[in-house]
């Protein structure tokens, strides 16, 4: 098959209403297409989505936990001491010689880097200033906590995993 070979076919298809010719010859091969099925805009089916379902604002609380597979939230009971509960930032419950680290931040406290990991403080210990105490998790980023005083562990306030409110207290110390 020579160039006039080809020029005749494409002349054939132009003046035809074939859209594809294919003539295959030993080793030869060759397929023409008519250029409007070439350059044809690809129709696409719309996307289609489920409808959203919004709950009230009143009703948001309460699906929050089963949706998260936590259990249903349970109605605060009152405490029935005379002696008022003492609230996360709240330091007239300890006594005056312990000094406070709070959290800098809201999140998710964490005793030590990984599950497995031993913890980076634990009650007794002395730490000095700059030591890591904890980790707070917030928004997906590791935050270290170090000490800003030397001293002894008297107290841990926050059970591993927990969340935390900004300055929350979080350990107790006994200043060196």
């Known amino acids: ?12 298809i132009d003046e035809s209403n074939l859209d594809e010719v294919i003539i295959e010859e030993g080793n030869f091969k060759i397929s023409l297409k008519r250029a409007s099925e070439l350059n044809a805009p690809q129709q696409s089916s719309p996307l289609m989505f489920p409808p959203q379902y919004f709950p009230q604002m ?8 089963q949706q998260l597979g936590g259990p249903a939230p349970v ?13 996360p930032g709240d330091s007239s419950a300890t006594p005056s010689r312990y000094k406070e680290i709070r959290s800098p931040m809201v999140g998710t406290f964490y005793r030590s880097p990984s599950p497995e990991a031993h913890p980076y403080a634990q009650v007794g210990d002395s730490i000095t200033k700059g030591k890591v105490l904890c980790i707070i998790e917030a928004m997906k980023l590791m935050n270290e906590i170090e ?4 001293g002894t562990i008297v107290k841990i306030l926050v059970e591993n995993s927990q969340p935390i409110e900004y300055d929350q207290v979080l350990f107790l110390i006994d200043p060196a």
Do not use: F, R
């Open 58 to 65: 009143g009703a948001l609380p309460s699906m929050i936990p």
């Open 1 to 12: 098959m020579n160039l006039d070979d080809i020029q005749k076919l494409i002349k054939i």
């Open 75 to 87: 109605a605060q009971q009152p405490a029935t001491s005379d002696a008022p509960a003492a609230k």
């Open 147 to 150: 000490s800003d005083m030397d």
